[in-house]
Protein backbone atom coordinates (compact mmCIF):
# COMPACT_ATOMS: atom_id res chain seq x y z
CA UNK A 1 0.00 0.00 0.00
CA UNK A 2 0.98 3.84 -0.31
CA UNK A 3 2.12 5.01 2.59
CA UNK A 4 1.14 8.86 2.83
CA UNK A 5 3.76 11.28 4.65
CA UNK A 6 2.04 13.07 8.21
CA UNK A 7 0.56 16.36 7.01
CA UNK A 8 2.06 19.25 6.56
CA UNK A 9 1.54 22.40 8.86
CA UNK A 10 2.24 25.32 10.20
CA UNK A 11 5.26 25.31 12.25
CA UNK A 12 6.73 23.02 10.68
CA UNK A 13 10.48 22.99 8.63
CA UNK A 14 10.62 22.77 5.03
CA UNK A 15 13.68 21.87 3.40
CA UNK A 16 15.20 23.49 0.47
CA UNK A 17 17.56 21.67 -1.62
CA UNK A 18 18.84 21.83 -5.59
CA UNK A 19 18.77 18.19 -7.08
CA UNK A 20 19.41 19.39 -9.98
CA UNK A 21 19.67 22.98 -10.96
CA UNK A 22 20.51 25.99 -8.16
CA UNK A 23 18.90 29.47 -8.03
CA UNK A 24 21.54 31.55 -8.80
CA UNK A 25 21.78 35.35 -10.27
CA UNK A 26 18.50 36.76 -9.81
CA UNK A 27 16.58 33.61 -8.83
CA UNK A 28 18.64 33.67 -5.74
CA UNK A 29 16.52 37.24 -4.74
CA UNK A 30 13.69 35.55 -6.14
CA UNK A 31 14.47 32.40 -3.62
CA UNK A 32 14.90 34.96 -0.42
CA UNK A 33 11.45 36.33 -1.13
CA UNK A 34 10.16 32.58 -1.37
CA UNK A 35 11.86 32.01 1.90
CA UNK A 36 10.15 35.42 3.46
CA UNK A 37 6.83 34.49 2.24
CA UNK A 38 6.76 30.55 3.61
CA UNK A 39 7.90 32.37 7.00
CA UNK A 40 5.16 34.96 6.86
CA UNK A 41 2.93 31.47 6.24
CA UNK A 42 3.81 30.22 9.27
CA UNK A 43 6.38 27.81 8.35
CA UNK A 44 10.52 27.59 8.87
CA UNK A 45 12.81 27.23 5.96
CA UNK A 46 16.52 25.21 5.79
CA UNK A 47 18.55 25.12 3.19
CA UNK A 48 21.40 23.39 1.94
CA UNK A 49 24.68 24.38 0.81
CA UNK A 50 24.36 24.08 -3.19
CA UNK A 51 20.82 25.71 -3.50
CA UNK A 52 22.31 29.11 -4.39
CA UNK A 53 25.39 27.36 -7.20
CA UNK A 54 25.49 26.39 -10.70
CA UNK A 55 27.91 25.44 -12.44
CA UNK A 56 27.79 23.73 -16.03
CA UNK A 57 23.52 23.86 -15.35
CA UNK A 58 24.17 21.84 -12.07
CA UNK A 59 23.83 23.41 -8.64
CA UNK A 60 27.14 20.38 -7.34
CA UNK A 61 28.55 16.93 -8.06
CA UNK A 62 25.79 14.30 -8.54
CA UNK A 63 27.49 13.10 -5.09
CA UNK A 64 27.08 16.57 -3.20
CA UNK A 65 23.25 16.95 -4.56
CA UNK A 66 22.01 13.21 -3.53
CA UNK A 67 23.90 14.21 0.09
CA UNK A 68 22.22 17.03 0.63
CA UNK A 69 19.05 15.58 -0.24
CA UNK A 70 19.61 12.48 2.00
CA UNK A 71 20.45 14.91 4.52
CA UNK A 72 17.52 16.72 4.40
CA UNK A 73 15.18 13.40 4.71
CA UNK A 74 16.82 11.95 7.37
CA UNK A 75 16.36 15.13 9.34
CA UNK A 76 13.34 14.63 11.82
CA UNK A 77 12.91 17.92 12.01
CA UNK A 78 12.61 18.66 8.50
CA UNK A 79 8.93 17.76 7.10
CA UNK A 80 8.82 18.63 3.41
CA UNK A 81 11.58 18.77 0.54
CA UNK A 82 11.23 21.37 -2.04
CA UNK A 83 13.58 22.16 -4.34
CA UNK A 84 13.79 25.65 -5.76
CA UNK A 85 13.48 24.54 -9.27
CA UNK A 86 13.57 21.84 -11.68
CA UNK A 87 16.74 21.83 -14.48
CA UNK A 88 18.44 18.92 -16.40
CA UNK A 89 20.57 16.49 -14.84
CA UNK A 90 19.02 14.83 -11.70
CA UNK A 91 19.18 11.59 -12.84
CA UNK A 92 22.48 11.54 -11.92
CA UNK A 93 21.91 11.58 -8.25
CA UNK A 94 19.95 8.73 -8.21
CA UNK A 95 22.78 6.01 -8.32
CA UNK A 96 23.67 7.75 -5.38
CA UNK A 97 20.15 7.26 -3.68
CA UNK A 98 19.72 3.99 -1.02
CA UNK A 99 16.08 3.89 -1.80
CA UNK A 100 15.62 0.86 0.32
CA UNK A 101 17.33 3.26 3.37
CA UNK A 102 15.45 5.77 2.73
CA UNK A 103 12.28 3.42 2.92
CA UNK A 104 12.99 3.11 6.61
CA UNK A 105 12.66 6.50 6.88
CA UNK A 106 9.51 8.72 8.08
CA UNK A 107 7.89 9.71 4.82
CA UNK A 108 7.76 13.32 4.15
CA UNK A 109 6.69 15.17 1.42
CA UNK A 110 8.83 16.23 -1.81
CA UNK A 111 7.06 18.75 -4.07
CA UNK A 112 8.02 19.41 -7.24
CA UNK A 113 7.76 19.38 -11.12
CA UNK A 114 9.99 19.56 -14.59
CA UNK A 115 13.08 17.48 -13.52
CA UNK A 116 12.10 17.33 -10.16
CA UNK A 117 9.83 14.74 -11.79
CA UNK A 118 12.61 12.16 -12.21
CA UNK A 119 12.97 12.20 -8.35
CA UNK A 120 9.34 12.05 -7.55
CA UNK A 121 8.45 8.78 -10.21
CA UNK A 122 11.53 7.16 -8.91
CA UNK A 123 11.30 7.92 -5.66
CA UNK A 124 7.88 6.29 -5.43
CA UNK A 125 8.24 3.77 -7.73
CA UNK A 126 11.29 2.43 -5.49
CA UNK A 127 10.08 3.35 -2.03
CA UNK A 128 5.70 2.85 -2.24
CA UNK A 129 6.01 6.33 -0.70
CA UNK A 130 3.42 9.12 -1.87
CA UNK A 131 5.31 12.18 -3.74
CA UNK A 132 3.61 15.75 -4.57
CA UNK A 133 3.69 16.68 -8.14
CA UNK A 134 3.08 20.76 -7.81
CA UNK A 135 4.37 24.04 -7.63
CA UNK A 136 7.89 24.77 -6.94
CA UNK A 137 9.48 26.77 -4.47
CA UNK A 138 10.14 29.68 -6.46
CA UNK A 139 6.55 29.99 -7.49
CA UNK A 140 5.95 30.99 -3.66
CA UNK A 141 8.26 33.86 -4.45
CA UNK A 142 6.02 35.54 -7.17
CA UNK A 143 5.02 39.09 -6.18
CA UNK A 144 1.67 37.97 -5.70
CA UNK A 145 1.29 34.07 -5.38
CA UNK A 146 -1.38 32.41 -7.01
CA UNK A 147 -4.01 30.58 -5.19
CA UNK A 148 -3.15 27.16 -7.21
CA UNK A 149 -0.12 27.49 -5.52
CA UNK A 150 -1.07 28.03 -2.08
CA UNK A 151 -3.79 25.47 -2.21
CA UNK A 152 -0.49 22.35 -1.96
CA UNK A 153 -0.32 23.62 1.29
CA UNK A 154 -3.30 22.65 2.30
CA UNK A 155 -3.46 19.31 -0.18
CA UNK A 156 0.05 18.18 1.61
CA UNK A 157 -1.68 19.02 5.50
CA UNK A 158 -4.32 16.50 4.68
CA UNK A 159 -4.74 13.49 6.92
CA UNK A 160 -4.29 9.99 5.86
CA UNK A 161 -7.50 8.53 3.80
CA UNK A 162 -8.65 12.30 3.55
CA UNK A 163 -9.78 13.00 -0.06
CA UNK A 164 -9.51 16.86 -1.97
CA UNK A 165 -10.99 17.98 -4.89
CA UNK A 166 -9.69 20.42 -7.77
CA UNK A 167 -11.42 22.18 -10.36
CA UNK A 168 -9.80 23.01 -14.08
CA UNK A 169 -8.74 26.54 -13.51
CA UNK A 170 -9.50 29.44 -15.89
CA UNK A 171 -6.78 31.25 -17.49
CA UNK A 172 -3.18 29.94 -18.34
CA UNK A 173 0.11 31.80 -18.80
CA UNK A 174 1.66 31.60 -22.57
CA UNK A 175 4.84 33.88 -21.71
CA UNK A 176 7.03 33.82 -18.58
CA UNK A 177 7.73 37.78 -17.34
CA UNK A 178 11.23 38.94 -17.02
CA UNK A 179 12.93 38.35 -13.54
CA UNK A 180 15.14 40.99 -11.69
CA UNK A 181 16.51 41.99 -8.63
CA UNK A 182 14.18 43.60 -7.84
CA UNK A 183 11.12 42.34 -9.69
CA UNK A 184 9.70 38.97 -9.25
CA UNK A 185 6.43 38.80 -11.64
CA UNK A 186 3.41 37.05 -11.05
CA UNK A 187 1.68 34.88 -13.16
CA UNK A 188 0.72 36.12 -16.82
CA UNK A 189 -2.76 34.89 -17.41
CA UNK A 190 -3.65 35.67 -20.69
CA UNK A 191 -5.03 32.61 -22.21
CA UNK A 192 -8.51 31.14 -21.53
CA UNK A 193 -8.03 27.41 -20.00
CA UNK A 194 -10.13 24.75 -22.39
CA UNK A 195 -9.34 21.43 -21.06
CA UNK A 196 -10.13 19.20 -24.54
CA UNK A 197 -11.06 15.42 -24.94
CA UNK A 198 -10.25 12.06 -26.81
CA UNK A 199 -12.65 8.69 -26.85
CA UNK A 200 -14.34 9.91 -23.06
CA UNK A 201 -17.56 8.98 -22.34
CA UNK A 202 -17.55 8.78 -18.67
CA UNK A 203 -15.51 9.72 -15.45
CA UNK A 204 -12.63 7.67 -14.61
CA UNK A 205 -10.56 6.28 -11.85
CA UNK A 206 -7.10 4.78 -10.94
CA UNK A 207 -3.61 5.49 -8.81
CA UNK A 208 -1.72 8.72 -10.23
CA UNK A 209 1.42 8.39 -11.51
CA UNK A 210 3.62 10.68 -14.09
CA UNK A 211 5.40 14.01 -14.77
CA UNK A 212 7.49 15.40 -16.98
CA UNK A 213 8.34 13.42 -20.32
CA UNK A 214 11.21 14.94 -21.26
CA UNK A 215 12.72 13.16 -18.28
CA UNK A 216 11.05 10.25 -17.38
CA UNK A 217 11.77 8.97 -21.11
CA UNK A 218 14.92 8.87 -19.98
CA UNK A 219 14.38 6.47 -17.43
CA UNK A 220 12.27 3.77 -19.43
CA UNK A 221 14.51 0.21 -19.79
CA UNK A 222 16.68 1.41 -16.44
CA UNK A 223 15.96 -0.04 -12.69
CA UNK A 224 14.41 3.54 -12.29
CA UNK A 225 11.96 3.59 -14.20
CA UNK A 226 10.23 -0.20 -13.53
CA UNK A 227 6.70 1.38 -13.70
CA UNK A 228 5.16 -2.29 -14.31
CA UNK A 229 5.80 -3.37 -10.65
CA UNK A 230 3.78 -0.42 -9.39
CA UNK A 231 1.06 -1.28 -12.50
CA UNK A 232 0.87 -5.16 -11.06
CA UNK A 233 0.98 -3.67 -7.40
CA UNK A 234 -2.23 -1.48 -8.01
CA UNK A 235 -4.31 -3.78 -10.36
CA UNK A 236 -7.45 -3.63 -8.88
CA UNK A 237 -7.30 -0.08 -9.23
CA UNK A 238 -5.97 0.68 -12.67
CA UNK A 239 -3.58 3.55 -13.53
CA UNK A 240 -3.89 7.18 -14.30
CA UNK A 241 -0.97 8.28 -16.01
CA UNK A 242 -0.27 12.27 -16.26
CA UNK A 243 2.23 13.31 -18.62
CA UNK A 244 3.46 17.36 -19.60
CA UNK A 245 6.39 18.38 -22.19
CA UNK A 246 8.55 20.77 -22.43
CA UNK A 247 11.04 20.23 -25.11
CA UNK A 248 9.81 17.55 -27.00
CA UNK A 249 8.48 18.14 -30.87
CA UNK A 250 4.94 16.23 -31.75
CA UNK A 251 7.55 13.16 -33.44
CA UNK A 252 9.05 12.79 -29.98
CA UNK A 253 5.99 12.75 -28.00
CA UNK A 254 4.47 9.66 -30.46
CA UNK A 255 7.74 7.70 -30.49
CA UNK A 256 8.22 8.24 -26.64
CA UNK A 257 4.73 6.75 -26.08
CA UNK A 258 5.89 3.47 -28.47
CA UNK A 259 8.46 2.91 -26.17
CA UNK A 260 6.42 3.04 -22.88
CA UNK A 261 3.88 0.90 -24.28
CA UNK A 262 6.75 -1.45 -25.35
CA UNK A 263 7.48 -1.45 -21.17
CA UNK A 264 4.30 -2.09 -20.53
CA UNK A 265 4.21 1.21 -19.03
CA UNK A 266 0.44 1.30 -20.11
CA UNK A 267 -0.91 -2.06 -18.83
CA UNK A 268 -4.18 -1.81 -17.36
CA UNK A 269 -4.36 2.02 -18.01
CA UNK A 270 -7.62 3.60 -17.47
CA UNK A 271 -6.80 6.64 -18.58
CA UNK A 272 -4.04 9.76 -19.59
CA UNK A 273 -4.05 13.50 -18.33
CA UNK A 274 -1.85 15.65 -20.98
CA UNK A 275 -0.43 19.16 -19.77
CA UNK A 276 -0.20 22.23 -22.20
CA UNK A 277 3.04 21.53 -24.56
CA UNK A 278 5.80 24.40 -23.60
CA UNK A 279 8.93 24.59 -25.80
CA UNK A 280 6.80 22.55 -28.50
CA UNK A 281 6.79 22.60 -32.29
CA UNK A 282 4.35 20.22 -34.89
CA UNK A 283 6.36 18.50 -37.60
CA UNK A 284 5.21 19.04 -40.77
CA UNK A 285 1.68 17.78 -40.81
CA UNK A 286 2.09 15.71 -37.94
CA UNK A 287 0.69 17.31 -34.08
CA UNK A 288 1.14 16.50 -30.62
CA UNK A 289 -2.92 15.63 -30.95
CA UNK A 290 -2.46 13.31 -33.17
CA UNK A 291 -0.04 11.59 -31.23
CA UNK A 292 -2.60 11.51 -28.77
CA UNK A 293 -5.15 10.52 -30.77
CA UNK A 294 -3.20 7.69 -31.40
CA UNK A 295 -2.06 6.07 -28.10
CA UNK A 296 -6.08 7.16 -27.31
CA UNK A 297 -7.28 4.73 -30.03
CA UNK A 298 -4.58 2.29 -29.97
CA UNK A 299 -4.94 1.48 -26.29
CA UNK A 300 -8.74 2.31 -25.77
CA UNK A 301 -8.27 5.12 -23.18
CA UNK A 302 -9.66 8.39 -22.38
CA UNK A 303 -6.92 10.87 -22.91
CA UNK A 304 -7.56 14.62 -22.03
CA UNK A 305 -5.31 17.05 -22.98
CA UNK A 306 -4.23 20.76 -22.40
CA UNK A 307 -5.12 20.42 -18.90
CA UNK A 308 -3.60 22.76 -15.89
CA UNK A 309 0.09 21.10 -15.78
CA UNK A 310 3.35 21.67 -16.72
CA UNK A 311 5.29 24.73 -17.74
CA UNK A 312 2.19 27.37 -18.80
CA UNK A 313 1.58 27.46 -15.10
CA UNK A 314 -0.27 27.77 -13.22
CA UNK A 315 -1.29 23.93 -12.70
CA UNK A 316 -2.76 21.53 -9.95
CA UNK A 317 -1.29 19.19 -7.85
CA UNK A 318 -0.52 15.66 -8.34
CA UNK A 319 0.14 12.99 -5.72
CA UNK A 320 1.98 10.19 -6.64
CA UNK A 321 0.24 7.03 -6.17
CA UNK A 322 -2.99 8.66 -4.74
CA UNK A 323 -6.14 7.46 -5.76
CA UNK A 324 -8.09 9.83 -8.42
CA UNK A 325 -11.37 10.11 -10.10
CA UNK A 326 -11.63 12.68 -13.26
CA UNK A 327 -14.69 13.92 -13.73
CA UNK A 328 -16.60 16.08 -16.49
CA UNK A 329 -19.16 18.05 -14.72
CA UNK A 330 -20.60 20.93 -17.15
CA UNK A 331 -17.69 23.11 -18.30
CA UNK A 332 -15.80 22.19 -15.21
CA UNK A 333 -13.68 19.54 -14.77
CA UNK A 334 -12.80 18.07 -11.83
CA UNK A 335 -9.88 15.64 -10.30
CA UNK A 336 -10.61 14.17 -6.63
CA UNK A 337 -7.33 12.48 -5.03
Not at 67 to 92: C, H, Q, S, T
Not at 209 to 219: E, P, Q, R, T, Y
Not at 279 to 302: C, F, H, K, R, T
Request: aromatic share 12%.
Amino acid sequence: MIRYPDPLKKGDTIGVTAPSSGAHGVFSSKLDNAINRFEKLGYKVIETDSVRKQNKLVSASPQIRAEEFVELYKNRDVKAIIPPWGGEFLMEILPYLNFEDLKKSEPKWILGFSDISTLLFTFTLKTNIATAHGPNFLDFGNEQVHDSVLKVLDILNKKRGESFKQESLERYQEEWLEVTEDKFPSYNLTEQVNWKYINYNKSFSGRLIGGNMDVLCKLIGTEYGRASDFIKQYNEDGIIWYFESCEMDATDIRRTFWQMKKKGWFKNCNGLLFGRVAGYNDVQDYSYVDALENLSNDLNIPVIYDIDLGHKPPQLTFINGAYAVVNKEEIIQTLKQ
